[in-house]
Each structure stands twice: as C-alpha cells, then as structure tokens.
C-alpha cells in the first residue's frame, strides 16, 4: 500500500476534479508548461544531435563507425525507451508523477553524459557507446508517461488538448537547440571534439529542467486515488490561491460534481492487459494504432535524414544541421498552429486528419524522389510541409492514450502502448538505412517511403473508427475512475 493511503474500506469524496477543471489560465498552468515542455526539450535535443552528428562519426578520426553500426544507435537508443517507459511508467502509477520526472531526468543526464567520454575504436569503447544510449533512452522513455500524465491531470479541460500537443510538439523546439547546437560544435571544433561537446548540451539542460520540476506540485488526481487527501487538497488550494491573485472569482463547485472513489493499492501490467482486452478493447486498438504508425514513419524518416541527404544529394556531414535546423521547424510549428484546432475543430476530425493528410504528402513526396526532380533543398521542403501536420498528430497519439484511460492505470497506458509503437518504430532506422544502402539505387527508399505513407494513413482510419471525442470534457466523465463507487 502506497505510504498515507487511505484503507480500502473508507471511501473518499471530493470535488477536487471539478475545481481543478473550472479554473481559468494562471501564472500555474504557464510554469507547468514551461517544466514539463523543458523536460521534453530534451528528448527533441537529444536525438537531432545523435543524428546530426552521424556523419563525422563515420570518420576515422572520430569513432570510425560504419552505416549499418551508426544505425544500430538509433535502435539501441529506442530499445531504451522501451525499457525505461515500461519500469517507469508502472513506478509513476505507484509513487507519483512528480518523484518520477525526477529520477527519469538524472538517468537521461548520466546517460547521454557519459556518451561524450567514448574515446576509442575497439568493441570494448563501441559497446560501452551502445550501453550509454540505452540509458539515456530509458531516462527519456520514463519520461513519457509522467510527463503527459501530469499534464492532463493538472490543466484544465478547456486548454487539455492544445496545451499536451503544444508540451509534447516542444520536443521540435528540442530538436531546434540541438540542430544549433551541433552545426556549431562541428563547425567549431575538430570532429573528435565537437560531437562530444554537442552530447554534452544533455546535462547541462537536464540540471535546469530538474531544479524548474522541483517547484511543480504532484497531481491532485493522483493523490486523491492513493488515498492522500490532505497534499491533493494542499496542492488545489495553492493553485486556487493563484488563481484569485489574478482576479479570477471562483465560485463553489456543487457536491453534486464530487467524485467518490475508494483508494486501492495500483495493479501491475497483467491486470492492465486484462482490463485492456476486456473492457477498453476499441481504446486499446486506438492507442496502438496511433502509436504505431507515427513511430515507425518518424523513427524511419528522422533518423536517416543525414544519411538521405549525404548519400543521395552530396550534402556535406557538417551541413546537415542547416536542413534539420529546416525540418524541425516545420514539426513545431504544426502543434503550436494547430494545437488550439483539437480542442475547437475536435480529436477525431484534427487526428484523422493529420494523420491521412501527412500520409498523402510523403506519397506524394516518395514519387518525386523516384522522378530524380528533387534536390537536397527541395526534399527538406517536402519534408516541412508533410510533418507540420504528422507532427501535430503525433503528439495526439500521448494525448489520446492519456485522456482516454482511467487515472489509476494512466500512466501504464501511456507505458504500453508506448512501448509497442517503439518496438514497430525501432526497425526503421535499421530497415531504411538497408534500403539507402550505397546511395546507387533509389528504388528501395522509394518503396520504403510509400510503406510508411500507407501506414500513416491507416492510423488515420483507425481514428474515424475508434476515435473518443473527448473535447472539452473532464477526465472522468471520459474514463471513470477504476475506484470511483
């Protein structure tokens, strides 16, 4: 039993979901944004500066790796995530979303810190590179679910889906520090230097984010299910106290709004798969749809854009930071655009559509490749335009597997079907780095392009499907609590 639970016969009421929901936007909610959206900065600078720096890692003065090896990074890194993601995600469901963004954060600062000290070229140094960025990508994967937990416990429904698509659509503004950041360390320094200097852009953030996380409160919602009414009563009331300095009136939230629930020690994932397959089957296809489809087209499509552009349009290695600098302006900028659409326009019409629209474009884009009419320039233009909508439907996919699953097993939703997007997205980079081979056919990438368009767009269907519209409405009218009576 969670340590100040409440014992399991004495059921607990409260309005505190309610209070939570009619709030207005407060000094609160925008440091909130900026914690958490920081935390996931770093995913997003993390892997542009392990892609971006592929290229001199290729060199002999560098790591002297081969393409099939620099690959095999990318997988590992994903291997992590799903591991990390995984323990994490049960951890978060047991001792708090806030306890877990701490440790998630120290294990991706000693992870991808100790990448940077790699000096040699035997296999003893190779695997020891391998084994830093399984680390780093179980701190990152661990994040995952206490992150979008958190958000969606905290924020009022009103703001709920722009404001998780704009925290989690941060990861491009990640990807821009990081684009940066690497176009300057390589540029700046020997190679042997400057990618270790890049990798070491990870801690230096990681220390920032884990003093701002510090301050954020733990979730109401999950304070009131392990039976901790006092804190979850503490941590409302200081956000209501803000709330008023702003001039906001509160009026009194009826009884009748009260939940009641009654606090019960969190299950593993065997009662999760059971209640998965039993009572949230259609949830369950939906979560897994969306999950697998944008992992395995961005997986396939970001790591490998280095490769594309080296390979097949002479780009130079230390060049290549300018055209993903391109690219992941275009990914943030979907969310940030279209973020307040999936609360006004609604999931189902916004994730649909974004998912299929995206699909058509890298089809589009795939055949104009094949054509020879593209150059480096053009190719990013295609890529901009295609993932400034698969962007902003990708950070509906933790949107809707958070929003759309009680608050007992949140978190290990968000785990699970995390981790089966990564398993399907970890074969891509591997699958596309085979397909651009020696750069002397383009009929392998082609066909590998049009895969991930299709897959896409089947998610998109999946969503007219099986889609929640969940706009607008509390948490637990969408998903009742497990324990609610």
Excluded at 198 to 213: Q, T
Excluded at 321 to 346: E, H, M, Q, R, T
Aim: proline share 4%; aromatic share 12%.
């Amino acid at each position: 039993m969670t340590t100040g639970a409440t014992p399991a016969a004495t059921p607990i009421r409260s309005t505190i979901p309610a209070r939570l929901d009619r709030l207005k936007w407060t000094r609160f909610h925008t440091r909130m944004v900026c914690g958490l959206g920081a935390a996931w900065i770093l995913d997003g600078l993390q892997i542009t500066i392990a892609s971006s720096v592929t290229g001199v890692l290729t060199q002999s003065d560098t790591l002297g790796m081969t393409s099939t090896q620099i690959g095999l990074i990318a997988s590992v890194y994903l291997v992590g995530q799903l591991i990390g993601a995984l323990y994490f995600g049960k951890r978060s469901d047991a001792l708090g979303r806030k306890r877990l963004l701490i440790y998630t954060l120290l294990l991706y600062l000693f992870g991808t810190g100790a990448a940077a000290f790699v000096t040699g070229h035997h296999t003893g140094w190779l695997v020891f590179f391998y084994a830093t960025r399984l680390v780093a990508g179980m701190g990152i994967g661990g994040q995952y679910a206490a992150i979008n937990s958190a958000i969606d416990e905290m924020m009022p429904s009103k703001y709920r889906g722009r404001v998780d698509i704009w925290i989690n659509g941060s990861y491009w503004a990640g990807a821009i520090l990081g684009s940066f950041a690497a176009l300057f360390f390589l540029n700046q320094f020997p190679p042997n230097e400057g990618w270790r200097l890049a990798f070491l852009m990870g801690p230096v953030l990681a220390l920032v984010v884990i003093i701002v996380a510090r301050t954020l409160p733990e979730s109401p919602r999950w304070l009131l299910t392990h039976g901790r009414v006092e804190e979850a009563e503490e941590n409302v009331r200081k956000i209501e106290e803000v709330a008023v300095q702003m001039g906001q009136e509160l009026e009194p939230v009826d009884d009748s709004a009260a939940l009641e629930l009654v606090p019960e020690e969190p299950g593993g994932y065997g009662e999760f798969l059971r209640l998965a397959f039993r009572s949230y089957r259609p949830r369950a296809i939906l979560g897994a749809s969306l999950m697998i489809t944008q992992s395995f087209l961005y997986n396939a499509i970001f790591f490998t854009y280095a490769l594309v552009l080296t390979t097949f349009y002479d780009v130079s290695a230390t060049s290549v930071p300018l055209y993903g600098l391109a690219f992941s302006v275009g990914n943030l900028l979907g969310p940030l655009i279209l973020g307040p659409l999936f609360d006004s326009v609604g999931r189902k019409k916004m994730i649909s559509g974004t998912y299929i629209l995206s699909g058509a474009l890298l089809a589009v884009s795939a055949f104009l490749f094949e054509a020879g009419v593209l150059d480096a320039t053009t190719q990013t233009v295609m890529w901009v335009i295609t993932f400034f909508f698969a962007s902003a439907g990708a950070s509906a996919a933790y949107l809707t597997v958070s929003e759309t699953w009680p608050v007992e097993v949140r978190a290990k939703a968000i785990a699970v079907f995390f981790a089966i997007g990564t398993i399907a997205g970890a074969f891509g980079p591997a699958f596309y780095g085979w397909l651009i081979g020696d750069g002397t056919d383009t009929t392998g990438l082609f066909i590998g392009y049009l895969i991930g368009a299709a897959i896409m767009i089947i998610g998109g269907v999946v969503e007219i499907i099986y889609g929640v519209a969940a706009e607008g409405r509390s948490l637990e009218d969408i998903s009742k609590p497990l324990t609610a009576t």
